[in-house]
């Protein structure tokens, strides 16, 4: 039964089970960073079904016809897309995730995704990203290094001023004659302005760059069929760029799935979690071999209450993180589970995190962004995302 144990901590173990793959690490790796914001309730997404106390903690949402992981966790069936890409080996879990200090939990919505989104309590204005665009060794001119594929540019960029958002390629194309002479006068208004004025030449470049290119009518390739959801449609414009060969190096989305369920949240799960699954599934089958330049990573600014209220959950701490590559170690849930029993849990409410998020992150950044882990120290000022608590499971 699962309470307080270790799982698979070791990449090494993961990757013995999948045939060898080519993965020299290239300039051109795509972080694409998935926020579902208001909160996912990952104990009821990766159900921890060996813990003795979940069923009782949960006894009308409690998960009894999930998709078996391993002994101890199963998946949602409403995730069912997934597990064929888990079983590949190219997509994991980190279960128990979240804040390991106390002074970066908050139980509202809007100060935890700031605080998780900045990556520190106190000390920095900018954003995780910002940080790490700053110190990336593949440091590029580009106009597409940073896209936030949805409709305004989130706080983890903040500081990055070259960060373009593009909800929709066929929304940002103008394409009218009017539309264009705008874009002249903006071009034009920047060459004037000089080095103030390199934003705007940015955001004229990009205008004119997606008109010529015809990126706005590229069709999902290997079959995809992306949800009409902001998910879907900002995973589907990330698939756009990467296949257009703009070659982001980060791309930040947002799932806004229904994720805040205080009532109803079996029927809400049902209704919403099958389009999160069925996004993230499309953008992995579009971009097929691709996605040996690409990871895909979930977070959310805090877990929901291991008890249920009425028929839903309130707010809490711990949560889970998924991640999806061909560069990682996968078919594995990695973590410590410290177990749902009322002294394991906060104030006898909250999953425990045990592996903070920016842990997780940093991994990420060194492995696969190329960066160094003394860049990862200014990016997360935390012990936390030193390297003896990464869970290694990227290859």
Known sequence: MLARRTLLTVAAAAAATHAPRSLALGPNHTLVVVFQRFAADWINLLVPKGDPNYAGLRPSLKITNGISLNSDFALSPHLASLKPIYDAGDLAFVAATGWLDEAGRSHSHFVA????????????NTGWLARALAADPASSSSIWRAIAAEAAVPASLQGFPSSVAVKDFAGYSHGSSMGDKATAAIKQLAIQAGAPGNVLRRLADSLEEVKLSGIATLNPQNGAV?????????????ARA????Y???????TSDDDWDTHVSQTLRHANNVPNFANALAAFNTDLGIKMNDVTVVTMTEFGRTARESLDGTEHGSGSSMLVMSRRIAGNQVYGNWPGLGENDM??????????????VLAEI??????LGEADVAGIFPTI????????NFTL
């Open 247 to 253: 070659s982001p190096r980060v791309v930040t989305v």
């Open 384 to 391: 936390h995302a030193n390297s003896s608590n990464w869970r």
């Open 346 to 359: 906060i104030n006898g409410r909250d999953l425990r995190p045990t592996t903070d998020y920016r842990a």
């Open 113 to 124: 995704q700031s605080l998780m989104e900045k990556a520190a309590p106190t000390g920095v």
């Open 365 to 370: 950044l060194v492995r696969h962004l190329g």
């Open 242 to 245: 990467i296949h257009g060969g």
């Open 226 to 238: 992306y949800p009409n959801t902001n998910l879907g449609q900002g995973l589907k414009t990330a």
